[in-house]
């Protein structure tokens, strides 16, 4: 395996309808071009509600049909715990669609799960919709992409009663040695964005040192959470290798091994080989 794997973005949500006004690069194919020009060859479209998730998929297929540049690159359909509110249906719809096409443009649900600290949506709202996209992801054999903020315990709580997925991602990792334990015997891949570089961020790094490397992602989430030296800017996948050299030097590894091997696990977790 050669090149990065960005495991997670929003590529589509930002620079599909013209970007942040007067910030970034409103031409998707020239975001896209330069992750290539940094390495990143692959990544993974990740919706958050029924309009981003086809986004997502359209933009899967435009880049694996060639259009936009040498990447390979494949979705994700799901609810975010900000948006429960809206309901689990149209999303399951759209998944079932798009999954009926069978061109394996679709290889997970998420990003889902449940989200304490800001509590858009209620918990108990946030709880149903991550229990029902888990039973989505256990239906279509698909992986689920988790996302959680300051609600561990009801977190393991739902996937207790529903079982985790054989292939499950907890995304933009926020926590410490004890949560990032409790993903690992659940049998779940671990992704760090950004985050790992931050100043504050020691539980972060504390926690990805214990994470073997065939269980390790690397993701930038952008638009969000953009890495040192960019913090506070439009972030996007050109900004991957940074999030993998402050991985490097927390395991204490060249940067070109976790380069492999987390681009060989990123290819596991969602079964993206083509």
Same mark, same amino acid.
């Given at each position: 395996?050669?090149?990065? !794997?960005?495991?997670?973005?929003?590529?589509?949500?930002?620079?599909? #309808?013209?970007?942040?006004?007067?910030?970034?690069?409103?031409?998707?194919? *020239?975001?896209?071009?330069?992750?290539?020009?940094?390495?990143?060859?692959?990544? *993974?479209?990740?919706?958050?509600?029924?309009?981003?998730?086809?986004?997502?998929?359209?933009?899967?297929?435009?880049?694996?049909?060639?259009?936009? #540049?040498?990447?390979?690159?494949?979705?994700?359909?799901?609810?975010?715990?900000?948006?429960?509110?809206? #309901?689990?249906?149209?999303?399951?719809?759209?998944?079932?669609?798009?999954?009926?096409? #069978?061109?394996?443009?679709?290889?997970?649900?998420?990003?889902?799960?449940?989200?304490?600290?800001?509590? @858009?949506?209620?918990?108990?709202?946030?709880?149903?919709?991550?229990?029902?996209?888990?039973?989505?992801? @256990?239906? @279509?054999?698909?992986?689920?992409?988790?996302?959680?903020?300051?609600?561990?315990?009801?977190? !393991?709580?739902?996937?207790?009663?529903?079982?985790?997925? =054989?292939?499950?991602?907890?995304?933009? !990792?926020?926590?410490?040695?004890?949560?990032?334990?409790?993903?690992?015997?659940?049998?779940?891949?671990?992704?760090?964005?950004?985050?790992?570089?931050?100043?504050?961020?020691?539980?972060?790094?504390?926690?990805?040192?214990?994470?073997?490397?065939?269980?390790?992602?690397?993701?930038?989430?952008?638009?969000?959470?953009?890495?040192?030296? @960019?913090?506070?800017?439009?972030? =996007?996948?050109?900004?991957?290798?940074?999030?993998?050299?402050?991985?490097?030097?927390?395991?204490?590894?060249?940067?070109?091994?976790?380069?492999?091997?987390?681009?060989?696990?990123?290819?596991?977790?969602?079964?993206?080989?083509?």
């Amino acid at each position: 395996m050669s090149g990065w !794997f960005d495991s997670h973005c929003h590529v589509q949500e930002e620079y599909r #309808g013209g970007g942040r006004k007067g910030e970034g690069e409103t031409d998707l194919s *020239v975001v896209l071009g330069r992750a290539a020009a940094a390495g990143v060859d692959r990544l *993974v479209c990740i919706g958050t509600g029924a309009t981003t998730s086809a986004q997502a998929v359209a933009l899967a297929r435009e880049v694996r049909r060639g259009g936009t #540049g040498e990447l390979s690159a494949w979705a994700s359909v799901g609810l975010h715990p900000h948006e429960a509110v809206d #309901g689990i249906e149209p999303v399951a719809r759209l998944l079932a669609e798009e999954l009926a096409r #069978g061109d394996g443009a679709v290889v997970a649900v998420g990003e889902c799960g449940l989200d304490y600290f800001y509590e @858009h949506s209620p918990r108990h709202v946030q709880r149903a919709a991550f229990a029902a996209q888990i039973a989505l992801a @256990h239906a @279509h054999s698909l992986t689920l992409v988790i996302h959680a903020r300051d609600a561990w315990d009801d977190l !393991f709580d739902v996937l207790d009663a529903e079982g985790v997925p =054989e292939r499950t991602v907890l995304h933009c !990792f926020t926590g410490g040695p004890a949560e990032v334990d409790r993903c690992l015997r659940a049998g779940m891949f671990v992704s760090f964005s950004g985050i790992i570089t931050f100043k504050n961020a020691g539980d972060v790094r504390a926690a990805a040192a214990l994470v073997p490397l065939d269980r390790l992602l690397r993701e930038t989430d952008s638009p969000f959470l953009a890495p040192v030296p @960019h913090r506070g800017r439009v972030n =996007e996948p050109s900004y991957l290798p940074l999030v993998g050299a402050a991985v490097a030097e927390v395991k204490g590894c060249p940067v070109e091994m976790v380069a492999e091997s987390s681009a060989a696990a990123a290819a596991t977790a969602f079964c993206a080989f083509s």
